[in-house]
């Protein structure tokens, strides 16, 4: 059973235009929240997180939104450039940090020059 | 900073063949280790962890083993591939907080 979800495989989207990614989690525990990058060949790298007591946090151009009661976080490319082509994980702790992070599948974002 | 170190970069091993992967971190001590794949369609998917030398959590049961024999040394192994053992391995590490610094990867191709 898939605790962290990214129900989008893949997302085409225009140089200069919104990139929103998005993923939902099933476990309530989970309240700590991050985005990786990754390109092809190399190691994920970090992006951004979001503690659950917060809603939005925003780093330049990125910016990550939670909705708790959802169970909902979606990450905001703005505005996309092409060097952002790459696959997005979104994966998810527990307050601990003790316990390994969970996971999505990814979502590849190819952004169009 | 930490840093992971991990080789090789890429690897093809003929079905039946034993695998050893290693991992070596620098820049903390006591590290969280991991050791994930990301295979086609499966996204990145936990295989083992380790909590401190000799400690190892095992998520999916496969013919894959883990091994911490020092405090920052961290290898995967297998005495006998099986072409599903094709991916992508990477190894990552933690210092009890939420991130993970992760390594460059291994492809791993079972022919």
């Known amino acids: 059973d898939q605790q962290v979800k990214q129900n989008s495989p893949s997302l085409s989207v225009q140089e200069g235009r919104i990139s929103i990614l998005n993923c939902d989690y099933t476990n309530s525990m989970f309240d700590y929240f991050l985005w990786y990058k990754k390109y092809p060949a190399e190691g994920p790298t970090f992006l951004i997180s979001?503690?659950?007591?917060?809603d939005k946090n925003e780093d330049g151009r990125f910016t990550v939104f939670l909705n708790k009661s959802a169970k909902h976080l979606s990450l905001h490319i703005v505005p996309s450039q092409p060097g952002d082509s790459a696959v997005y994980f979104c994966a998810a702790s527990e307050a601990s940090g003790n316990t390994p992070l969970v996971f999505g599948k990814g979502t590849r974002l190819s952004v169009i020059a | 900073s930490q840093t992971i170190h991990q080789w090789p970069a890429t690897l093809v091993q003929p079905v039946g063949s034993p695998l050893s992967l290693e991992c070596t971190v620098e820049?903390?001590?006591?590290?969280?280790l991991y050791w994930y794949r990301q295979a086609a369609g499966r996204g990145l998917q936990l295989l083992f962890y380790s909590v401190g030398i000799g400690q190892i959590s095992s998520e999916v049961p496969q013919n894959l083993s883990a091994s911490r024999p020092q405090d920052r040394q961290f290898i995967l192994s297998s005495k006998k591939l099986l072409l599903s053992d094709s991916g992508f391995y990477l190894c990552a590490c933690s210092t009890g907080g939420h991130g993970y610094t992760f390594g460059s990867g291994t492809r791993l191709t079972v022919v």
């Open positions: 820049g903390t001590s006591n590290p969280n």
């Open positions: 979001i503690s659950s007591i917060k």
